[in-house]
């Protein structure tokens, strides 16, 4: 009996508590289930049964589960320290009562035991039975074996358990920490501390106006991916950083504004509200914020993933234009017009008739590439420090091709002179009528015949840049006496369709790469050749479908997991204002405000705070949209209208879904306020 | 014509299952006059605070009736109550009740903002209140600065800047210590002699005595009164203490 006194203790204290610790239970439960889930997935149990992307599969999984868990550190961290605020009264008048400091601790031990063993036995049940759900999903997803067998991974059971027992282990060790040091009177007191009033901080707010501006700009003013990619974690910091600025003292020096302004506050609308928002905001600015950020990351995860999977078959076709793709690099661009092309393409098209496979929508094409950087009159074109270069903005992809390959839009002939050129450009104006390329030591100029300007946002360009696309009279000779390679690449690339199946793509891969290979080798030479590449679409899917499907599932995984984050905060923000304005909405009525006029004034503040992060998430979102865009142009996704309509859909569902907890959790609020009313 | 009549006032409380129901207030009978500062005595449970909440129109009564200068609680429209009470009744609490999120200021200006007023009538009103409550040079400080004196000053303040036909106040002497209580009770005493009409609940005999007149409320009714007349302080005192000992050996009226 005596043996069993702390336990009982710690549980009444959990049980009695149910309002506060039922919540963080349950959003325990659902990280150690996720955690399960994501460690499931990224076993070799259930990388077996997919047929698409295994090792994608697995990296991307275990890079949520690095999520998950220091989401879980912080946020569970951040509850608990909560929950033990709240009960520190509790804590205080054990300690009256004559409980030393080390019985405190072994109660708060035993409820951080409790608690951790519920999370794991209901979490990991959890994550057992929707480890399968989640499995189906998964294999529905990139294509694979569906059946009806329970599987159970032990490594990732002993795993999740272990980590877990980690992270309680910590949060144990903060609570005692923080009991040790504290005495009865301060446990006691304080949560009826007096509180000071709130003072607005200039600095601060400007501050946060300004760092919140820059990092806008940032988003506004990037133009090429592999920039918008190198700043976009700069900007997440700004804009987390101002967030917090901005709703914990700059909303605060708003009202103080607001107060100073007589003929505005002294307004029986204005009086309660403003001064009542300054103190609320004090307290819950940096509540709100979180659940500003969880929102935007909720947000900016589920519209790119989503965009991403829609997207997919988009840039499939982008990187892979045919189903079969050759491409031989060549070190020189001679190959490309001395007949070896010509040679090149019958060898592979007798493969293929041995094989009995006629080849459709057949593309032959030959380019040079060149990267470049615009200069004052002239283009400089180093292969290597261009695109190693650091200034991204001014960097061009140029892709010389002969001008038979070409058309213009005008249908005007192309019987071009060796020193003509026809230019279509993309992303970027060209105003001169001449086109000079710096080559290492030498220089070529060109007199632009044609000039036209074909804006496909980001379709003709490899890398996210700006593109010209010259049309020259014979590709060899516009660049010949320039033997370093490294200034350009000459390619010749060669693909069809098949319409055969992905399996037989795979097998007709390897029959090509055993008969047809070493035969374009000896065509284009050992010492013409850099290499030559044979590239299916089938195999290249399953990296495609293998890394969108998984970052899809792991977007809408995390999403929940922060959605229950966000979903706590506000629940335990609504309590905790719930119980602070018990006593104000008491004397309010004293003084002679109608219950009527207190409670349109609560709800329009609750609504104000509510709105808040929503409001202030939908601006980033809308600051973040152009620079996503571009990241995601770098993988070819490159579909601006599938990623607003994801970026809206996942807005308005976030908003409704949003609007839902903010109905239920006020009615809690409100069952406290008036609850304690009548208990005066 | 009195200020407040109170007659035959009844009050019952039912438990939440309309079990047992208590008769808090039996048969209350009384009136003030204007300009009259009566003091309302009697131990826990007698009935005190729920005779307050229903003069102050917080809670209604089971029978009975109270009449404010003629006019009937019981007919004032359920939305008129929070205006009714705000211009004519001000509320002194053993609590202060001042709300931490204003400064004194707009804690006093508090109902004169609920009643729509402007910011310079609103000023010229608290600055002779609060010259002569002696916290001009505290209004811009917050509860949480001041000290509990200072607090019940301005929940004074607060009480007289609508100039109510009468005053409430609820142990207005209970969290303070004694200096500031006698200081509390000069400033009523001082209220009083400008005409203002005053109605104290308090548990202090010391509290009681400054008033003109104290009833006695036991089990639900008023059990005597006491006037003052042209007695001091200190024999008026004697006289409640009497009293209060006769009611505690549960004598019969005197």
């Known amino acids: 009996m005596k043996k ?35 460690s499931f997935l990224a076993s070799p149990i259930a990388l077996a049964l997919v047929v698409r992307g295994a090792s994608v599969v697995r990296d991307i999984m275990n890079l949520g589960k690095f999520v998950i868990l220091v989401f879980s550190l912080i946020f569970l961290y951040y509850t608990y320290s909560f929950l033990l605020r709240r009960r520190s009264r509790e804590f205080g008048l054990y300690n009256v009562l004559g409980m030393g400091k080390r019985n405190l601790v072994r109660i708060i031990t035993w409820e951080n035991v409790i608690t951790f063993a519920i999370a794991i036995i209901c979490g990991l049940l959890l994550g057992i039975l929707l480890s399968k759900l989640a499995e189906l999903g998964l294999v529905n997803l990139l294509g694979g074996t569906i059946d009806f067998v329970f599987r159970i991974d032990i490594t990732s059971l002993w795993q999740t358990i272990l980590l877990y027992a980690v992270i309680f282990g910590l949060l144990m060790l903060s609570a005692i920490i923080r009991t040790a040091r504290a005495n009865a009177v301060s446990l006691m007191k304080s949560e009826s501390a007096g509180e000071k009033p709130p003072k607005g901080n200039w600095l601060f707010a400007i501050l946060g106006v300004l760092i919140l501006g820059g990092a806008y700009y940032i988003a506004l003013t990037v133009n090429n991916p592999v920039t918008a990619i190198l700043l976009f974690f700069v900007a997440v910091v700004m804009v987390i950083l101002a967030t917090y600025l901005l709703l914990v003292t700059g909303s605060v020096k708003l009202c103080r504004i607001l107060q100073t302004n007589k003929g505005y506050y002294y307004k029986a609308k204005h009086f309660v509200s403003v001064s009542s928002m300054a103190f609320r905001m004090k307290r819950n600015g940096a509540g709100l914020a979180s659940i500003c950020i969880i929102a935007t990351m909720i947000l ?121 050129i026809v230019l279509i450009t993309d992303g970027m104006d060209y105003p001169d009528d001449t086109l000079t390329l710096a080559m290492g030591e030498k220089t070529r100029s060109w007199k632009i015949r044609h000039y036209e300007r074909r804006d496909t946002d980001g379709d003709t360009s490899i890398m996210g840049f700006p593109t010209m696309t010259v049309a020259v009279a014979n590709l060899a000779t516009a660049v010949e006496g320039i033997n370093d390679a490294e200034k350009y690449q000459s390619r010749w690339y060669y693909s069809f369709d098949t319409g055969l199946s992905d ?48 970052l899809f599932f792991i977007g809408i995984l995390l999403s929940i997991v922060f959605i229950f984050a966000a979903v706590l905060i506000i629940y335990y923000k609504q309590i905790s204002e719930g119980y602070e304005d018990a006593k104000r909405f008491d004397i309010m009525q004293k003084v002679g405000m109608t219950k009527k006029e207190i409670r349109s004034s609560i709800s329009s503040q609750l609504l104000t705070v509510f709105a808040l992060p929503l409001i202030f998430a939908g601006m980033h979102l809308i600051f973040a949209f152009p620079m996503i865009r571009k990241m995601l142009a770098l993988l070819h996704l490159t579909n601006v209208a599938l990623f607003m309509r994801t970026t809206v859909i996942s807005f308005v569902a976030f908003a409704v879904f949003y609007v839902i907890v903010y109905r239920l959790t006020s009615g809690i609020y409100y069952r406290i306020v008036s609850g304690l009313n009548q208990n005066d | 014509m009195s200020l407040l009549e109170v007659k035959s006032l009844k009050k019952v409380y039912k438990t939440r299952f309309g079990g047992q129901s208590v008769e808090a207030l039996k048969n209350v009978n009384f009136t003030v006059e204007e300009g009259e500062y009566v003091a309302i005595m009697g131990e826990s449970g007698s009935g005190k605070t729920t005779l307050l909440n229903i003069l102050a129109a917080l809670d209604q009564a089971t029978s009975g009736t109270v009449l404010l200068d003629g006019k009937d609680f019981s007919k004032i429209k359920e939305n008129e109550v929070a205006s009714f009470r705000r211009d004519n009744l001000g509320f002194v609490f053993q609590e202060f009740n001042l709300l931490d999120t204003f400064t004194l200021e707009d804690n006093i200006y508090l109902p004169l903002v609920l009643a729509g007023k402007g910011y310079q009538e609103m000023k010229a009103t608290l600055m002779p209140i609060a010259v002569s409550l002696g916290i001009e040079d505290l209004l811009k400080k917050y509860p949480y600065e001041v000290s509990g004196g200072q607090k019940q000053r301005a929940a004074v303040a607060r009480a007289l800047i609508t100039q109510p036909r009468i005053i409430l106040a609820d142990e207005p002497t209970g969290a303070l210590d004694s200096k500031s209580s006698d200081e509390l009770l000069s400033l009523f005493a001082d209220v009083n002699r400008m005409g203002q009409t005053v109605l104290m609940v308090t548990h202090s005999a010391r509290a009681a005595s400054r008033s003109g007149r104290v009833l006695f409320i036991r089990d639900g009714e008023v059990f005597h009164q006491l006037y003052r007349g042209e007695e001091s302080d200190e024999l008026f005192y004697q006289k409640i203490v009497d009293t209060l000992t006769l009611l505690a050996q549960g004598g019969e009226r005197a």
């Open chain 1, 300 to 420: 900016v995860m589920i519209s790119t993933t989503t965009c991403m999977w829609f997207g997919a078959d988009n840039s499939l076709r982008k990187s892979y234009p045919r189903e079969i793709n050759f491409t031989a690099t060549l070190n020189d661009p001679a190959k490309l017009t001395d007949g070896t092309p010509e040679q090149a393409a019958s060898v592979i098209l007798d493969e293929l008739q041995k094989n009995g496979i006629t080849p459709k929508n057949i593309r032959e094409q030959r380019m040079i590439d060149l990267s470049g950087v615009r200069k004052d009159g002239f283009i400089q074109c180093d292969y290597e420090t261009a695109s190693m270069g650091a200034d991204f903005n001014s960097l061009l992809e140029i892709y010389m091709v002969s001008s038979d390959s070409i058309e213009t839009s005008d249908n005007s002939p192309l019987d071009l002179a060796a020193d003509e």
């Open chain 1, 4 to 38: 069993l006194f702390y336990p009982r203790l710690a549980w009444e204290g959990l049980r009695k508590n149910r309002q506060l610790s039922r919540p963080y239970l349950l959003t325990c439960i659902c990280m150690v289930a996720v955690f399960y889930i994501l």
């Open chain 1, 503 to 550: 399996a037989e793509n795979t097998d007709l891969h390897i029959t090509l790469s055993q008969n047809v290979r070493p035969n374009l080798n000896d065509l284009f030479t050992e010492d013409a050749t850099r290499w030559i590449s044979i590239d299916t679409r089938a195999e290249g899917s399953a990296d495609f479908y293998g890394t969108y499907g998984s």
